[in-house]
């Protein structure tokens, strides 16, 4: 982000303000109060907000920019909807930043790491055994995001996060319920074990085919209920449908 240093009192007090109004904006996206394909109009949101368009038009600029939405001459902002074959090219790139951060995780391992990640695995584990999915939903975005923060690779978190944001403008992305996280736990085991061996080249690989098998287990639900042909090659969701992996 952009330093403040140099600008004058309310230039500073204009960006702060157009960071809040974005955010607000990208969290409405996220949680799927503005939907995919939907257009956002600036005077209505700007009211809504409380401020006034300037902020609000400037926040959509940094959200184009993040890939959330797109600016049309004639029609204004509306929020990018993307199909599955978008979907399986964005897993791909998942996929692989995942398992540098596996691989960067192993090579950096202490026992803090170790024990942080392995917390939060058992966490999983209790929330499936108690029928609590949408704690291990929250506990699995918790596992991979912690992954990325402790793999040291800024560039590669950011890059990471912006991908992870981008997936949820799958436009049918609550369609499909995956019932086999059985699977996934055994995973998120696989990966803890090879970084608690400092084996870089094994945590890699385990990262990588979690998110791997993630995809086959969301294409062959999205299949089943869609009635189209599984297609893409990365991907992932929970039991909700939202998209992991």
């Known amino acids: ?36 394909g939907e257009r956002i109009g600036e005077a209505a949101l700007a009211e809504s907000l409380g401020v006034s368009r300037g902020p609000v038009r400037e926040a ?53 790491m170790l024990a942080r990640l392995l917390d939060q695995v058992v966490g999983m584990e209790d929330a499936v055994a108690n029928d609590a999915f949408d704690t291990y939903y929250r506990m699995n975005v918790e596992f991979h995001a912690t992954i990325l923060e402790l793999s040291g690779n800024a560039r590669a978190r950011s890059t990471y996060e912006g991908i992870v944001k981008e997936m949820h403008l799958f436009r049918r992305r609550g369609l499909s319920k995956v019932p086999n996280i059985a699977s996934s736990l055994a995973e998120h085991r696989t990966i803890i074990d090879a970084i608690d061996r400092g084996d870089v080249a094994a945590a890699r690989d385990a990262g990588r085919y979690h998110v791997e098998q993630g995809c086959k287990r969301f294409l062959g639900t999205l299949s089943a209920a869609t009635g189209e042909p599984a297609s893409g090659s990365t991907g992932g969701s929970d039991e909700s449908g939202r998209m992991t992996g």
Not at 20 to 34: A, D, S
Not at 69 to 84: M, P, W, Y
């Open 1 to 36: 982000m952009p330093s403040d240093v140099g600008k004058p009192f309310h230039a500073r007090e204009f960006a702060t303000l157009t960071t809040r109004v974005q955010q607000e904006i990208e969290r409405r996206i996220l949680t799927g109060e503005i939907k995919a």
């Open 60 to 112: 959509m600029r940094g959200l184009e920019r993040a890939g959330l939405v797109e600016i049309n001459a004639n029609r204004g902002a509306i929020v990018r909807s993307i199909g599955l074959d978008e979907v399986a090219g964005l897993y791909a790139l998942r996929g692989a930043i995942f398992a540098l951060a596996c691989e960067c995780v192993a090579r950096r391992r202490t026992d803090t």
